[in-house]
């Protein structure tokens, strides 16, 4: 059934491709690479929250062979007295979330669960995974901190971007800095040059295991999926390589694959929402599965309570304001129907079972989490993305055949994968946008949004797309629109015109950045919209204006804000008096020393 899936991210194994170092930085973006290769895929709080693992928790016992992780599941709160009845029935407590009510457990015995589950006040036990937990996970390495190749790339757009109007909205807004995005994945590369200027090291943190090890760089990419998706999300609007969906929020590392089998299990992604719920990010975006099930059955004792731990700390993230954002999964499948899975238990030997829709894909499937569908260039869906009526929420691009997303790589690098994996980014991007010009948006707000606000987009001739051009199977609610959620329209309403290109705005200068107007007949409007991205870190040197092509000035900042940085505004103008053809310029002129900047983007609209 699952075929075409090496393993547990939810990228494209078949249309994957990666760059080797010289191609990474020679080819330009969307181009013929090398001959693709199959990518194996891997499918701190306050103690006052109680979150992160119980700093009274006995310490775990030195690893030995055949060693078992569990979750142990009792009421939120005060979780001691089931923690001693772990010590006391042949485990140790590895790291305990008292806010859920969630112990991760560890034990050499084949008794531990059927005992703890007999044990007053614990509601769950469940073994996390088939396999034995690695030694490493009692002294875990640091993930290697890769040399890092400079890039003679420049940014140019892209077809994926371009789909969605990221490019359009980026003349609006590119995001706000205080808002923070959790990439739930294999790491990511924080020296990488598109993803440095946007790295948040303060709340990065490596949840492998179950537990958070927060030491410098614990959170760094232990293969290079996680790397790619942080790019897609927010790869800095810097000239160089890539531009992310929203290049001006942050972007915080989370790893939660293990190192070698790049497997994520219950407790990593447990860790991995609580983290993100303390630490106040807005959106996590969440390219895998919980492994080693393809789908968790409430009707095996083991998976049951791996469905309630981890629905657990998802609800808590929410509560917190985070909204997740997950991938669909690559296999072509209706989750609508399900009938049968032969991929799990991945950590061991896989066999076939029969299966029902009780059986859930986790996260994706989860209360309240974004699933998100991919889609090739153009709006079609990608031929691998799973499906489902009253499943998929949201359609991205993914990336198809030879349309990949082309994004980050690990060590300065670039290259093209394709999957949903690619594709929830896009949604994560989007939905970060939405939080930046909507601040006080809570989780429900921002997926009210991301529904409100994509493209419909109707079923082709396949039978099985069911639903409604509104809303069905293949695209969700339909493809996600950058532009829309930074309160752009599309098409804008009447004739729009922008320029993306950078002019650098040096001391006591002034620079010019033009657009040709033509097509439009008559006058300028009495509501002429002035778009205005300027990046700069003393807004209060400067004068901004818009000259008509007849050499009219209207002024629309005069040396106002102070000390504060960049001017993300649309201005309104009456230039009711101008005829709309012709050359409009946007003036900047710096008026002292010590800050500079550059005009990122500007636009008209009639």
Not at 62 to 69: L, N, Q
Not at 386 to 410: C, E, H, K, M, R
Request: aromatic content about 6%.
């Amino acid at each position: 059934m699952f075929s075409h899936i090496s393993s547990r991210l939810r990228l494209s194994a078949v249309a994957a491709a990666t760059l080797g170092s010289a191609l990474a930085l020679a080819a330009p973006v969307g181009a013929a690479h090398a001959a693709p290769t199959t990518i194996p895929e891997p499918s701190s709080a306050s103690a006052a929250t109680t979150a992160t693992t119980t700093a009274s928790a006995p310490a775990p016992a030195a690893w030995a062979a055949g060693t078992r992780a569990y979750l142990v599941i009792t009421a939120p709160g005060d979780t001691t007295a089931v923690r001693t009845a772990v010590a006391n029935n042949g485990g140790s407590v590895f790291a305990s979330y008292d806010a859920i009510g969630v112990i991760v457990a560890h034990s050499t015995s084949a008794n531990f669960a059927s005992t703890m589950r007999a044990v007053s006040g614990v509601q769950q036990v469940g073994a996390t995974r088939t396999s034995d937990i690695p030694a490493d996970a009692y002294n875990p390495a640091l993930p290697a901190n890769p040399a890092q190749s400079a890039t003679t790339l420049n940014e140019s757009n892209r077809w994926d971007m371009t789909q969605i109007k990221a490019d359009k909205a980026w003349a609006v807004t590119t995001g706000s800095a205080t808002v923070k995005v959790g990439i739930l994945d294999t790491g990511v590369d924080d020296q990488h040059q598109d993803i440095a200027p946007n790295f948040n090291a303060a709340d990065s943190v490596s949840c492998a295991y179950g537990k958070a090890d927060t030491r410098a760089g614990a959170w760094r990419d232990v293969g290079t999926h996680g790397t790619h998706v942080a790019g897609t999300v927010a790869a800095a609007k810097n000239g160089k390589g890539v531009i992310g969906v929203a290049p001006g929020v942050k972007i915080s590392s989370v790893r939660i694959a293990e190192p070698t089998s790049s497997l994520f299990f219950a407790e990593n992604t447990i860790c991995g929402f609580m983290w993100a719920g303390d630490h106040g990010f807005k959106v996590t975006n969440n390219s895998y599965y919980t492994d080693p099930w393809q789908f968790n059955c409430p009707d095996n004792v083991d998976q049951a309570a791996i469905i309630e731990g981890v629905n657990r700390a998802q609800a808590y993230a929410e509560g917190k304001g985070s909204l997740q954002i997950a991938a669909a999964g690559n296999s072509n499948y209706d989750l609508a129907n399900k009938t049968t899975d032969s991929e799990s238990p991945n950590d061991s030997t896989p066999v076939t079972r029969t299966i029902t829709n009780a059986c859930i894909d986790i996260p994706t499937e989860l209360p309240g989490v974004v699933t998100v569908a991919a889609m090739g260039n153009g709006n079609v869906k990608a031929s691998y993305s799973n499906f489902g009526n009253g499943v998929i929420d949201i359609a991205a691009p993914g990336g198809d055949g030879t349309s990949g997303v082309y994004s980050t790589l690990p060590g300065g690098k670039y290259g093209s994968k394709s999957g949903t994996s690619m594709a929830s980014p896009h949604v994560a991007g989007v939905a970060a946008l939405l939080a930046s010009v909507n601040p006080t948006y809570t989780p429900a707000d921002i997926r009210a949004a991301l529904a409100s606000q994509a493209n419909d987009t109707a079923c082709p001739s396949d039978s099985r797309c069911t639903g409604t051009t509104v809303k069905n199977g293949f695209f969700g609610e339909g493809q996600t629109d950058a532009l829309k959620a930074v309160g752009g329209s599309t098409p804008p309403p009447g004739a729009y015109f922008e320029n993306l290109t950078d002019v650098a705005i040096s001391d006591n200068t002034t620079v010019e950045s033009p657009i040709t107007v033509s097509g439009v007949s008559g006058n300028a409007p009495a509501t002429l919209k002035v778009g205005v991205d300027i990046k700069h870190t003393y807004i209060g040197d400067l004068k901004v204006d818009l000259v008509a092509p007849d050499g009219t000035v209207y002024t629309l900042h005069n040396r106002s804000g102070g000390s504060a940085d960049n001017i993300l505004q649309t201005y309104t103008v009456n230039a009711s008096s101008e005829v709309a053809n012709g050359t409009w310029k946007l003036r900047v002129n710096d008026n002292a020393n010590a800050d500079t900047g550059r005009i990122d983007a500007w636009n008209l609209t009639f």
